[in-house]
């Protein structure tokens, strides 16, 4: 069966300093990826996605980017936090376009 | 433009009742999928029931049940003898234009107490 690792699950970070969130997905081959942020008291936004290796779309220009330097594995960083950057990730995977999202535990964020 | 509203910000129900929770949805394509997900306190999002746009067909999973509606373009989701484990924040979401963007609602929060 497919399982969804996310770390670190809670992160306590400066302004201005770096950032880097890990995903990876085991169980599958090839799956699309998805970074998705979910501010206090409100709905999920789509950050990041992407169909494979090296291949990155963005949804809302900001501070962050992403990268993904293996088939299972999807990164978010930043090179330096504002306070706006605080939330909750969360990395999800799907076997391919318009299927279901299987949603990995996330990652609480909060900049100071 | 697609768009999800689940205008119940939060509803608060007593154990066994049961409770509907509304979602409407807008997109003018013909094609499109629609998803509910539930947010426990943990945070995880859970994959509940995700439904096209040519089967109309209501689905129900033991106590959880769903009725589409592409007339009035709803999406309803219904919990029957509700539990304590079922307080969570429910999320509506909408996929179509060809693209694998998911749309989000606002979220229902839900609680069931005992």
């Known amino acids: 069966s497919q399982t969804i690792h996310q770390w670190p699950a809670t992160l306590v970070q400066p302004v201005g300093s770096p950032l880097s969130l890990e995903c990876t997905v085991e169980?599958?081959?090839?799956?699309?990826l998805y970074w998705y942020r979910q501010a206090a008291g409100r709905g999920l936004q789509l950050l990041f996605y992407s169909v494979g290796i090296g291949q990155i779309s963005s949804e809302v220009p900001q501070n962050l980017s992403a990268s993904r330097p293996q088939d299972r594995q999807f990164i978010l960083s930043s090179k330096k936090l504002l306070l706006s950057d605080s939330g909750f990730y969360l990395c999800a995977w799907s076997v391919r376009e318009r299927d279901t999202q299987y949603f990995g535990p996330g990652t609480r964020l909060t900049v100071l | 433009a697609q768009k999800v509203t689940q205008a119940q910000t939060e509803i608060s129900v007593v154990e066994k009742e049961d409770v509907t929770l509304d979602c409407v949805y807008e997109?003018?394509?013909?094609?499109?999928?629609l998803f509910w997900y539930k947010q426990p306190p943990s945070g995880e999002l859970v994959f509940l029931i995700r439904r096209n746009s040519f089967d109309e067909q209501n689905e129900i999973s033991g106590r959880y049940s769903w009725n589409f509606q592409k007339s009035t373009s709803s999406f309803n989701f219904t919990i029957t003898a509700s539990q304590v484990v079922d307080s969570a924040v429910y999320f509506c979401?909408?996929?179509?234009?060809?693209?694998?963007?998911?749309?989000f609602g606002t979220g229902t929060r839900l609680q069931v107490f005992p």
């Open positions: 979401a909408l996929s179509a234009s060809n693209t694998d963007k998911l749309i």
């Open positions: 169980g599958t081959s090839n799956p699309n």
């Open positions: 997109t003018r394509d013909t094609t499109y999928y």
